[in-house]
C-alpha cells in the first residue's frame, strides 16, 4: 500500500470541530496512515496557543511560584476537547503527572513537549489508532541534533496495520531527556515519519491553501503556487516565507518524498506540492522579503590585488561570533549583509575592528535594510529577468541598496530601505505574476 504521512497544525486541530473536520480529511483515504498532530493552536486571534502556555508554567513553577493560571487554562482546554469528543479517556490525570513535573527540568522542553503529547493521545483515542511516544523512537544526539538511527527504529516501530499517532515536536536526548525541536517543530516530525515509514507522500495540513507566489498581506490575491521544488522553497522560506518549516525539507528531500501542502479548511483546495524537481512554467515562482538587515560596507584601493583581505575581515565576524548572510563585492569593496538579531550592539565594535585589522579607506554601517528574494528555477539562462525586476523597483521609486544574483541563477536578491519592503515585493510581484 502507498502509505502516506499527515502532519496537522496547530490551528487544525484547535478545538474539538477542528479534530472531527481532521478525523474526516484522515478516514477519508485509507493510505493516510501515519499522523503527526501539532498542540492546539489558537481558536482566535484573542486565543492562546498551548505551547505557549505551557512555556509559561514552565517559568513561572521553575522559579518556584504559583502557576495555577495557565494549568486552569490548560485543564478547561483539553477536558472541552475530551468531553465534546466524548472520548473514554482521564486527561486530568496525565495533567496531574505534568503538574508535578512542572518545574524540574533545567529546559522548558519536556513541559512545552507536553501540548503534543496530550493532543496524541486524545486523537489517538478517536481515531482508534495505536500511539507512539517519540521520546522512544526518535532521538536526539549530544549535540542535540537528529540522530540517524531514528529512522531504522521508528521506522520499525511503525508497522503493522491500522493507524498511528505520533505527536510531532519532540524526540528525546541520550540521557533519555524530553528535547524540542525549534518552535513549529511538529512539521520536521512529520518529514521524519514520513521519512522512517518510506511513505510516498508526506501530507503538511495548515490552514491556507498552499504557499502564494507573495505574502499575501501584501499582495491580497497573490497566486498560488501549484508546484515548487524543494531548493525553491528553502530560497523562500529563509527570507520568511513561513508556512513550513525549513528544516523539515532534508529529512524528505534525501528520500525525495513529495511534501503536499493542504488547507483543512478546504480539502478539495489542490493547495501547494513541493517536489524534487519541476518543468518551470515562468522564470519566477516566487517572492519573499524580510526587514532586520544591516550592512557593512568596505572600501579600499586595489583591495582585489590583496591576497587574503576578504579572510581577514570575515575573521573579525567570527571573533565577534556573528554570522553573515550575504557578500556582495566590487573591485575596491565588500558589503557583509548581517541580520540584526544577530548583530546584535556589535556594530560599531566590529566596524573598528575591521578598520584596524584590514587598514581600510572606510567602513560604514548601514541600518534599517530590508532583503527580498525573487526566486525561480525557470531564470536559469531567462533572459531580461533581472531587467524587468528593477524597471519594476524604478518604477516604484525604489532605490536599490544592494543586489545580488547567486550562480545556481534561481535567486536575485535585492536590498532596499525597510520603508520600500512592501512597495518592492508588490511591484516586482506584479512585473512577474503574468510571464509564463
Ligand atoms: N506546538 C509547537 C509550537 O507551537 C510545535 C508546532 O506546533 O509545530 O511551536
Given at each position: ?16 470541530n477542528c479534530i472531527k473536520k481532521v478525523r474526516d480529511i484522515i478516514l477519508s483515504s485509507n493510505n493516510r496512515r501515519y499522523i503527526v498532530p501539532s498542540a492546539p493552536g489558537k481558536r482566535d486571534s484573542n486565543d492562546k496557543k498551548i505551547t505557549d502556555l505551557l512555556y509559561l ?286 548583530l546584535g550592539n556589535k556594530g560599531p565594535l566590529i566596524v573598528d575592528a575591521i578598520k584596524k585589522r584590514c587598514n581600510t579607506d572606510e567602513v560604514t554601517l548601514t541600518k534599517g535594510l530590508a532583503m527580498i528574494a525573487t526566486v525561480g528555477l525557470g531564470m536559469n539562462h531567462h ?54
Amino acid at each position: 500500500m502507498s502509505a502516506v504521512t499527515c502532519k496537522f497544525g496547530g490551528t487544525s486541530l484547535a478545538d474539538a470541530n477542528c479534530i472531527k473536520k481532521v478525523r474526516d480529511i484522515i478516514l477519508s483515504s485509507n493510505n493516510r496512515r501515519y499522523i503527526v498532530p501539532s498542540a492546539p493552536g489558537k481558536r482566535d486571534s484573542n486565543d492562546k496557543k498551548i505551547t505557549d502556555l505551557l512555556y509559561l508554567w514552565y517559568e513561572i513553577a521553575s522559579k518556584g511560584l504559583d502557576a495555577h493560571e495557565p494549568e486552569k487554562i490548560i485543564r478547561e482546554r483539553f477536558g472541552a476537547i475530551v468531553s465534546k469528543l466524548s472520548l473514554d479517556i482521564d486527561i486530568n490525570k496525565d495533567i496531574d503527572e505534568i503538574a508535578q513535573n512542572a518545574g524540574k527540568f533545567d529546559t522548558p522542553d519536556y513541559m512545552a513537549s507536553r501540548g503534543e503529547y496530550l493532543n496524541g493521545k486524545i486523537i489517538a483515542k478517536c481515531l482508534n489508532a495505536t500511539f507512539v511516544d517519540p521520546a522512544k523512537y526518535i532521538f536526539f544526539n549530544e549535540s542535540g541534533f537528529l540522530d540517524t538511527k531514528t529512522y531504522n527504529i521508528l521506522g520499525e516501530q511503525l508497522q503493522g496495520s491500522g493507524l498511528f499517532v505520533i505527536p510531532g515536536f519532540y524526540g528525546s536526548m541520550p540521557d533519555g531527556t524530553i528535547k524540542t525541536f525549534p518552535r513549529g517543530g511538529s512539521d520536521i516530525t512529520g518529514a521524519i515519519v514520513a521519512r522512517a515509514t518510506k511513505s510516498v507522500l508526506y501530507e503538511n495540513w495548515t490552514d491556507v491553501d498552499g504557499f502564494c507566489m507573495a505574502d499575501p498581506k501584501i499582495v491580497p490575491n497573490a497566486k498560488r503556487i501549484d508546484e515548487i521544488t524543494y531548493q525553491e522553497l528553502r530560497e523562500l522560506s529563509y527570507m520568511g516565507a513561513t508556512v513550513l518549516h525549513d528544516e523539515s525539507i532534508f529529512p524528505v528531500l534525501e528520500a525525495g518524498i513529495p511534501i503536499h501542502i493542504k488547507n483543512t479548511n478546504d480539502p478539495e483546495n489542490p493547495g501547494t506540492i513541493i517536489v524534487k524537481s519541476r518543468l518551470p512554467k515562468g522564470p519566477v515562482c516566487g517572492i519573499a522579503g524580510l526587514g532586520g538587515f544591516s550592512m557593512i560596507n568596505i572600501e579600499k584601493t586595489f583591495m582585489n590585488k590583496e591576497k587574503g583581505f576578504g579572510l581577514k575581515v570575515l575573521s573579525v565576524l567570527d571573533e565577534f561570533d556573528v554570522p553573515w548572510e550575504h557578500m556582495p563585492t566590487g573591485i575596491d569593496t565588500i558589503s557583509i549583509i548581517i541580520r540584526n538579531n544577530e548583530l546584535g550592539n556589535k556594530g560599531p565594535l566590529i566596524v573598528d575592528a575591521i578598520k584596524k585589522r584590514c587598514n581600510t579607506d572606510e567602513v560604514t554601517l548601514t541600518k534599517g535594510l530590508a532583503m527580498i528574494a525573487t526566486v525561480g528555477l525557470g531564470m536559469n539562462h531567462h533572459i531580461g529577468v533581472a531587467a524587468r525586476l528593477c524597471s519594476a523597483l524604478a518604477q516604484a521609486h525604489v532605490n536599490i541598496r544592494v543586489i545580488d544574483q547567486g550562480s545556481s541563477e534561481m535567486n536575485i536578491l535585492i536590498g532596499v530601505d525597510e520603508s520600500d519592503l512592501n512597495k518592492s515585493i508588490k511591484s516586482i510581484y506584479e512585473a512577474f505574476e503574468d510571464w509564463q
